[in-house]
């Protein structure tokens, strides 16, 4: 009995080294993604934040994994991707991870979605869309802050460009100091 897309002669088919690719592809990334979501869970159970998870992975290997700590820290910014990033960062004492990935249980707010932009990661994979969390009653004020559509952003928070003295010595910071710092 011949293997699937073997032929007689032992050659493999162009379509079935590339299926055995995806398929390849497809369990690595179920492997890191299940443990986000085993992230998000232990989160929710200890009492840390909302059920969302993260992984960084760098070179198949598993080197921060995170959950929301937005309760445990008191910080509105403690989500599990950019505590993910922060903590990767850190133990590999440099601000870029560009050789990595990261695994979220979610689809990133934009606030997470800039810190992996940020920190140069060179794949992202997420679990399911923001829609998901939505659903349940977190809200998408961020992306609606930004987008200037939502409640939120009509209630809340005012945004506005300074504008005389103060855009000018805001301005000025670029001028008085670049030559003092390296571009990262």
């Not at 760098?58 to 599990?80: F, G, R, W, Y």
């Not at 850190?90 to 249980?105: G, H, Q, V």
């Amino acid at each position: 009995m011949e293997d699937a897309g073997v032929a007689k002669d032992r050659t493999i088919s162009v379509a079935s080294a590339f299926s055995a690719h995806q398929q390849a592809v497809q369990d690595r990334d179920h492997k890191f993604l299940s443990r986000a979501v085993e992230e998000a869970y232990k989160g929710v159970e200890c009492g840390d934040g909302g059920p969302f998870g993260a992984v960084v992975v760098q070179n198949d290997e598993i080197i921060m994994s995170c959950h929301n700590m937005v309760l445990k820290n008191t910080d509105p910014t403690a989500h599990a991707e950019v505590t993910a990033v922060r903590e990767a960062c850190k133990k590999l004492n440099r601000i870029e991870l560009s050789d990595c990935e990261i695994y979220a249980s979610c689809e990133p707010c934009p606030m997470c979605f800039g810190a992996i932009h940020l920190s140069r990661v060179k794949r992202l994979v997420y679990g399911v869309e923001a829609e998901a969390a939505i659903a349940i009653g977190f809200d998408d004020f961020i992306a609606d802050a930004l987008r200037g559509t939502g409640f939120y952003q009509k209630a809340h928070l005012e945004i506005k460009k300074a504008d005389g003295s103060g855009a000018v010595i805001a301005e000025q910071v670029f001028e008085k100091t670049k030559s003092k710092f390296t571009m990262y």
